[in-house]
């Protein structure tokens, strides 16, 4: 049986009511439209909803056991409108994102705090990975949206260019004899390297820069975070491959320094990652916009 939701809409108010003028007042429709509805609601179930009386209808036995499973439908109906509500005007829901440690540490960190602040009923759910691992997490729908290095070469993928980052490599003052000096890349490799893991995109970037010019970069220390690579090249165990914003304030106060190469360093882009086929939540676009 396919009977119009609208139907039992008019069913509810004049239940809820008990009167076909204060449901037509509920509805903005005509009290004639209200008597309409229920007859055809009747007909179409071959029973009688309401008996008639001088100050408006009561329900029959047949329409209150009607009005028991239509008023749950109402109920939960009205709920989700209000959810809609709550979740277009941010006053709930959820923002789920991907990226890095570094990148969320040193770049989203910020704009985290500044959304929190903006939409304080919005729960933030943050999933570190490096970059195959957050497309995974994104193409999976366990985030909405993905913080990466680009390039990205992916035609599921929506990628919009952020921030640019410049890689460099930095030491501590066990190699001071290299404050002053520009390296050459076969004579950066007679010291040890300290680089991030194999799967990082700054990894890759490094190792494609180095074979680029016939050389292959071996490290010495491979690492899994950025704040240990930090922390290896202040305490001399090596020269690190970091982001140079990552270290400003170590660079600024002298516990790092940069080492020059004789040779240029490209500079790396940040993306913002969302799914082409998937429409963007509400949550996710406003943090897109906040990043700008």
């Known amino acids: 049986m396919n009977i119009n939701y609208e139907l039992y809409k008019v069913f509810y108010w004049a239940a809820k009511t008990g009167s076909l003028t204060q449901a037509a007042k509920a509805l903005y429709i005509t009290q004639p439209s209200v008597s309409h509805a229920i007859k055809q ?44 509500a709550a979740l277009k005007n941010l006053d709930s829901g959820e923002l789920r994102i991907g990226g890095s440690d570094s990148l969320f540490k040193h770049y989203i960190l910020p704009y985290l705090e500044e959304y929190h602040l903006k939409y304080p009923g919005v729960r933030l759910h943050l999933n570190h990975g490096t970059t195959p691992e957050v497309i995974s997490f994104l193409k999976e729908g366990r985030i909405d949206l993905g913080v990466v290095r680009m390039p990205i070469t992916d035609p599921q993928l929506e990628v919009r260019e952020s921030l640019q980052l410049q890689d460099c ?40 820069l180095f074979q680029s010019y016939g050389h292959t970069i071996k490290p010495e220390i491979e690492v899994g975070s950025v704040d240990l690579l930090i922390e290896l090249a202040r305490k001399g165990l090596g020269i690190s491959y970091v982001t140079r914003e990552f270290v400003s304030k170590e660079l600024e106060e002298g516990s790092l320094f940069e080492v020059k190469l004789d040779v240029q360093l490209p500079p790396s882009q940040v993306g913002i990652m969302t799914m082409r086929s998937m429409p963007v939540s509400i949550a996710a676009v406003r943090f897109m916009e906040l990043i700008g």
């Open 169 to 208: 490599f930095v030491a501590g003052p066990h190699y001071a004899e290299l404050r002053n000096v520009s390296l050459s890349l076969e004579k950066l490799q007679q010291y040890p390297v300290i680089l991030f893991s194999r799967n990082s995109r700054a990894r890759m970037a490094i190792s494609e």
């Open 41 to 84: 609601l009747e007909d179409s179930f071959g029973i009688t909803l309401f008996f008639r009386n001088p100050k408006g209808v009561t329900l029959t036995q047949e329409g209150t056991v009607l009005y028991s499973y239509i008023e749950q439908s109402q109920i939960l109906i009205s709920r989700a409108e209000e959810k809609m």
